[in-house]
Every structure is written in structure tokens, then in C-alpha cells.
């Protein structure tokens, strides 16, 4: 344990919630972190039945949002929904944008 200098001052604690914050924003990882909210909030963004085939796994640093789909069937049928979901994956205000989606299929 290291011992505290004479002329160092005491803190009150703070937060771990603030901390944390204050270190995405002084790195610049505010935006990516908000950004790949987009992950554990996907059922209730797209619907279940979307959500049920399909499971998204990353948000890259140009806004690019990844997507396993089960089927080649529905891969189409997404690929044709893009802008509804975009629409619906940007709807919150502030949150930074997603600008493509990139489906693969599930292996």
C-alpha cells in the first residue's frame, strides 16, 4: 500500500457511474459506446419476430452495424427492410447514427 504524501490532499470518493463517464468522454469513446446501445436493445428497436432470426453483433466506428440472419430468406427480405430499420435504430434523439447495416449469415 503506498503511503500518502504530507502535501498530497484527500479526495471524497466518487461515483463509479462519473468516473466512467468522464473517461469515455475524455477518450472519445462517448459516441461508440452510445452507438453499440443499438446491441442489447435490438428486440424491443426491430420487433420479436426480426429479433427471432436474427442477432446483432457489432457496431463499427463508421456506423456500421453488423447482423447475423438465420436464413438466406430472410437476409433479402432485411436487406429490403434497411431503411424502416435504420429509421427505427436512430429514432432515439442524441444517440450517434447508424449509417449501414451489413447482414452475414449465421454459421
Known amino acids: 500500500m503506498r ?3 504530507a502535501n498530497e490532499k484527500t479526495r471524497k470518493p466518487e461515483a463509479i457511474g462519473n468516473v466512467l463517464g468522464a473517461f469515455l468522454k475524455d477518450s472519445k469513446l462517448e459516441e461508440r459506446v452510445e452507438a453499440a446501445q443499438v446491441v442489447p436493445e435490438w428486440e424491443s428497436l426491430v420487433g420479436m419476430q ?7 453483433i457489432s457496431v463499427t466506428r463508421d456506423g456500421t452495424l453488423f447482423v447475423s440472419v438465420k436464413t438466406n430468406g430472410w437476409m433479402t427480405e ?3 427492410m434497411e431503411p424502416q430499420l435504420l429509421r427505427a435504430l436512430n429514432a432515439k434523439e442524441g444517440r450517434t447514427r447508424i449509417k449501414k447495416i451489413r447482414l452475414q449469415l449465421m454459421r
Request: aromatic residues 0%; proline residues 8%.
Open 50 to 56: 426480426i429479433a427471432r432470426v436474427t442477432k446483432p
Open 3 to 5: 503511503k500518502r504524501a
Open 78 to 80: 432485411l436487406s429490403l
